[in-house]
C-alpha cells in the first residue's frame, strides 16, 4: 500500500466526471427542417424529452462528482484495490450520455419502458460501485486519513447503504411511468446531495472544536464550502 496522497487519482476522476457531463449536451440538437406551419418555439417545445434526459443525467453526475470529492476528503491513502473500484466507477460514469440519449429518443414512443430500464439500471451499477469504493477505502479504516471525523465517515457509510435500492424503485417505477422514473432520479439526485452537504458540516463542526474559542468564529462551517 503506497502513503502517497490521492491528488492524482482525484485528478483524473474530475476529468472523467467533466467529460462525461460535457458530451451529454451533444444530444440537444438545433431544429432543422421544419414541417409545414410549425414555427421554431414548437420545435424546441417538442424536444422536452431531451431537456429532460439532459437535466437529470447533469444534475446525478454533479452530485455523483460531489460525492466522489467529499470520499476523497476522506481518504488519504490508495493501493490497487481502490484504483480498481474507482475505475469501475468511472466506467459507470461514461455510460451515462448513452441511456441518457437512448432515453431522449425513445421518451413517449415505443421502446420507452427499455430504455427507462437500460438507463435506471445504470445508475444502479453506478451505486454499487460507489459502495465499493468507499468499502475499499473504509473497512477497518485501512485508508482513511488519520485526521478523518469519525462522525462523518459514519455518516457517509449509512447514507450509501441503501442507494443502490432507491435506484431500485426508480426501475421499478418505469414500468409505470418513465416520467415519473426520470424525476423519481431527480429526486435521488436532490436527497444524496444532502447526507454529503451533512457529513461535511459534521467534518468541520469536529475541527471546530478542537479549535481555541477565539479561533472558532473562523471555522464556522455555514462561513466556508466544505472541502
Same mark, same amino acid.
Given at each position: 500500500?503506497?502513503?502517497?496522497?490521492?491528488?492524482?487519482?482525484?485528478?483524473?476522476?474530475?476529468? @472523467?466526471?467533466?467529460?462525461?457531463?460535457?458530451?451529454?449536451?451533444?444530444?440537444?440538437?438545433?431544429? #432543422?427542417?421544419?414541417?409545414? &406551419?410549425?414555427?421554431?418555439?414548437?420545435?424546441l417545445?417538442?424536444?422536452?424529452?431531451?431537456?429532460?434526459?439532459?437535466?437529470?443525467?447533469?444534475?446525478?453526475?454533479?452530485?455523483?462528482?460531489?460525492?466522489?470529492?467529499?470520499?476523497?476528503?476522506?481518504?488519504?491513502?490508495?493501493?490497487? #484495490?481502490?484504483?480498481?473500484?474507482?475505475?469501475?466507477?468511472?466506467l459507470?460514469?461514461?455510460?451515462?450520455p448513452?441511456p441518457?440519449?437512448?432515453?431522449?429518443?425513445?421518451?413517449? #414512443?415505443? &421502446?420507452?419502458?427499455?430504455?427507462?430500464?437500460?438507463?435506471?439500471?445504470?445508475?444502479?451499477?453506478?451505486?454499487?460501485?460507489?459502495?465499493?469504493?468507499?468499502?475499499?477505502?473504509?473497512?477497518?479504516? #485501512?485508508?482513511?486519513?488519520?485526521?478523518?471525523?469519525?462522525?462523518?465517515?459514519?455518516?457517509?457509510?449509512?447514507?450509501?447503504?441503501?442507494?443502490?435500492?432507491?435506484?431500485?424503485?426508480?426501475?421499478?417505477?418505469g414500468? @409505470?411511468?418513465?416520467?415519473?422514473?426520470?424525476?423519481?432520479?431527480?429526486?435521488?439526485? @436532490?436527497?444524496?446531495?444532502?447526507?454529503?452537504?451533512?457529513?461535511?458540516?459534521?467534518?468541520?463542526? &469536529?475541527?471546530?472544536?478542537?479549535?481555541?474559542?477565539?479561533h472558532?468564529?473562523?471555522?464556522?462551517?455555514?462561513?466556508?464550502?466544505?472541502?
Amino acid at each position: 500500500m503506497s502513503a502517497e496522497e490521492t491528488g492524482r487519482v482525484e485528478a483524473f476522476s474530475d476529468g @472523467v466526471f467533466a467529460i462525461a457531463m460535457t458530451l451529454l449536451v451533444l444530444d440537444m440538437k438545433v431544429p #432543422r427542417d421544419l414541417a409545414q &406551419g410549425q414555427t421554431l418555439a414548437q420545435a424546441l417545445a417538442g424536444q422536452w424529452p431531451t431537456y429532460l434526459a439532459f437535466v437529470t443525467s447533469y444534475a446525478t453526475i454533479l452530485i455523483m462528482w460531489v460525492n466522489h470529492h467529499r470520499l476523497f476528503t476522506h481518504i488519504g491513502r490508495w493501493d490497487d #484495490r481502490l484504483l480498481f473500484a474507482n475505475g469501475l466507477l468511472l466506467l459507470g460514469i461514461v455510460l451515462v450520455p448513452f441511456p441518457t440519449a437512448l432515453v431522449a429518443e425513445y421518451l413517449g #414512443r415505443a &421502446g420507452q419502458t427499455t430504455a427507462a430500464l437500460v438507463y435506471n439500471g445504470t445508475f444502479i451499477v453506478i451505486a454499487l460501485c460507489f459502495n465499493l469504493v468507499w468499502k475499499s477505502a473504509s473497512t477497518n479504516d #485501512r485508508l482513511l486519513r488519520a485526521d478523518r471525523n469519525p462522525d462523518a465517515v459514519r455518516h457517509i457509510t449509512d447514507s450509501y447503504r441503501y442507494g443502490p435500492l432507491f435506484y431500485v424503485v426508480a426501475l421499478v417505477v418505469g414500468f @409505470v411511468s418513465v416520467t415519473a422514473s426520470l424525476v423519481v432520479n431527480c429526486a435521488l439526485a @436532490v436527497y444524496f446531495a444532502l447526507p454529503s452537504r451533512t457529513a461535511a458540516v459534521i467534518g468541520h463542526a &469536529g475541527k471546530a472544536h478542537q479549535l481555541p474559542a477565539s479561533h472558532q468564529g473562523q471555522a464556522r462551517p455555514s462561513d466556508r464550502p466544505p472541502g
